[in-house]
């Protein structure tokens, strides 16, 4: 299949590893929405990528369904149609769970969990019709409980439950699902500040190329659930 011209949306694509899928996908010919919080910060990415007709920036909450379904409107008002959403944007607040506040606890039940439903919400109409492909960022953290991570990992835990519960809704109408779901990547994530310390994890653009493996393999075949890790952790 040829991905040239498809569109794509990936949620917090302004950073990271969102940002990093957007440069993947651009690459292939495609064209991409990318939405964050921050204008200034989207638009700053924007030039980076290139600033050409295929890039378009959106600003949304992800924790908002209103602002997902105005953001997915947009995208059809411009390109008429969805091809790949990447449910990506995603926050993390680390502490032991009695010191965990209500208020970052709701910062990632909002945009970890209720963000993807409200992204996939938004968008399956279009991907019914474009038979699409709906992508997770989970995480190893999706699957692995750690000390200070209560509220993380009960959003992590949920996303993967969620995507793989929707893979078995959607893909009678050949829409694809996957969740990804990385160990440590090299992100301003959580206050990181990459640097050469960095050097043993996933970097970015690993993942963003996971995407295109995934959106160039076989219609019959859907690696529905992807664990992936740094090879040497060892060396953090
Ligand atoms: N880095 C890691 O080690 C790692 C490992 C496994 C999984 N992940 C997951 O990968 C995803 C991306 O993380 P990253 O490392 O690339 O983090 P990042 O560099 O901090 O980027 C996060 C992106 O999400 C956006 N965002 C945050 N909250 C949002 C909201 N409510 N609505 C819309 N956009 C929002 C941010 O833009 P604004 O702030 O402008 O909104 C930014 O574009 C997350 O889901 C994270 O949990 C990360």
Redesign the pocket.
């Known amino acids: 299949m040829s991905l040239i011209n498809k569109v794509a949306y990936i ?8 940002y990093a899928i957007a440069e993947k996908l651009l690459k292939l010919g495609m064209r991409v929405a990318i ?4 204008i200034a ?2 638009e700053s990415s924007a030039n980076s990528l290139g600033k050409s007709d295929n890039v378009f920036c959106i600003t ?4 908002l369904l209103v602002d997902e379904q105005k953001a997915v409107q947009q995208i059809i008002d411009k390109w008429g149609q969805v091809d790949v959403v990447v449910a ?5 607040y680390f502490a032991p769970v009695d010191e965990l506040t209500e208020e970052d606890w709701l910062k990632m039940i ?3 969990l209720s ?1 993807a439903f409200y992204t996939l919400k938004s968008s399956v109409d279009a991907l019914k019709k474009s038979k699409g492909y709906y992508i997770t ?5 999706g699957a692995n409980f750690f000390e200070k991570g209560s509220g993380y990992n009960a959003t ?1 835990f949920g996303l993967v439950g969620f995507t793989q519960a929707a893979m078995l809704d959607l893909r009678k109408y050949d829409i694809k699902v996957s969740t990804i779901m ?4 090299s ?3 959580a206050n990181n500040t990459p640097s050469e310390k960095d050097a043993w ?1 996933i970097q ?1 653009e690993d993942i963003g190329e996971l995407v295109v493996d995934l959106l160039k393999m076989n219609p019959r075949t859907l690696p529905s659930k992807i664990e992936v890790r740094p090879k040497r952790p060892d060396l953090k």
């Open positions: 949620t917090g694509g302004s950073k990271g590893i969102g939405s964050g919080r921050n910060s989207l949304s909450d992800v924790g990506n944007a995603g926050v993390g909002n945009t970890n963000g960022i989970a995480s190893l953290a992590k990385p160990g440590s990547v992100t301003g994530f994890k970015p």
